[in-house]
């Protein structure tokens, strides 16, 4: 019903900055208000949640990890959303996914949502 294609994923050096984007296609009405949202795993680490806004009101819900240093955008006229990733950290480094869903977001509820990008790798070099 809703596809979501992301894309921006690469290597950098510590301290760079990098934007990931997904796009969300198909029956997007469906998820509206919803919650776009970031999600990231590093190898032997669980998922967790990085960055979320919800369309309904704006409030957008960080990681205490990436507070100050990231944010999550949003362009509807496009159907995508952003992650602007600044002051990046070795510690960063991970697969990130996009997901959305309707409602309000769980960032710490991954299997709440119903939608997921297929994933991009973030690569910080110390």
């Known amino acids: 019903q809703v596809q979501l294609v992301e894309s921006g994923g690469g290597t950098v050096q510590a301290g760079g900055s990098l934007r990931l984007s997904c796009v969300a296609s198909g029956h997007v009405d469906s998820i509206s208000p919803a919650c776009m949202a970031w999600f990231r795993q590093a190898p032997g680490k669980e998922r967790e949640g990085v960055a979320g806004?919800?369309?309904?009101?704006?409030?957008?819900d960080y990681a205490d990890s990436v507070k100050g240093r990231f944010t999550v955008s949003h362009d509807t006229s496009a159907n995508t959303f952003f992650l602007t990733m600044n002051f990046l950290k070795h510690e960063d480094s991970a697969i990130y996914y996009c997901?959305?869903?309707?409602?309000?977001?769980?960032?710490?509820?991954?299997?709440?949502?119903?939608?997921w990008g297929q994933g991009t790798q973030v690569t910080v070099s110390s």
């Open positions: 806004l919800y369309t309904g009101d704006r409030f957008t």
């Open positions: 997901a959305a869903d309707l409602g309000r977001c769980r960032l710490r509820s991954p299997g709440w949502f119903t939608y």
